[in-house]
């Protein structure tokens, strides 16, 4: 982005450019303005190449975009150079910053990965499961079910 010409954008890799990544850089940059749309590699030849050279170098266009985004993308208060500088001597003049290191170092394997959160959840949603089988169980019954077997003891007492 920093650079003001606009240049063809190249794949990261072949498999990027054979795919087409639909959600990669290159589909993202030619929606935004600033690259042309990747080109077919099956159907690539020298003049396809040389007629997306010579529309990126000579569309005004692409060039506007670029030196609008290289602007925004340059407008910073400090250099990044500098900031990094800041940040190794702020480091060093602290003995390692210990206050800006993160919090989920000092935690244990169960506490970081919240598995007494999940093991609760999974408690109680087991928990509600078996209470749900037992009703609809009890409620087949009721409904559905066959008759206790007292009634019929009954009819063989009376004979």
């Not at 001597?89 to 990965?113: M, P």
């Amino acid at each position: 982005m920093h650079l003001v010409p606009p240049k063809p954008v190249q794949p990261k890799d072949l498999d990027d450019f054979l795919t087409g990544a639909k959600d990669g850089f290159i589909f993202f940059t030619s929606k935004k303005g600033f690259a042309l749309p990747p080109l077919e590699f099956g159907d690539l030849t020298e003049e396809i190449l040389l007629g997306a050279i010579n529309e990126a170098l000579n569309n005004p266009s692409y060039r506007e975009t670029a030196k609008q985004l290289s602007g925004i993308f340059k407008d910073q208060l400090t250099k990044p150079l500098d900031r990094a500088v800041f940040w190794v001597e702020y480091v060093l003049r602290h003995k390692g910053a210990v206050h800006l290191r993160s919090a989920a170092r000092d935690l244990n394997y169960i506490q970081y990965f919240s598995i007494d959160v999940i093991a609760t959840l999974l408690v109680i949603t087991l928990i509600a499961l078996i209470i749900n089988w037992m009703i609809l169980k009890a409620l087949i019954r009721k409904c559905c079910g066959r008759k206790s077997a007292t009634p019929v003891q009954s009819k063989k007492k009376k004979l």
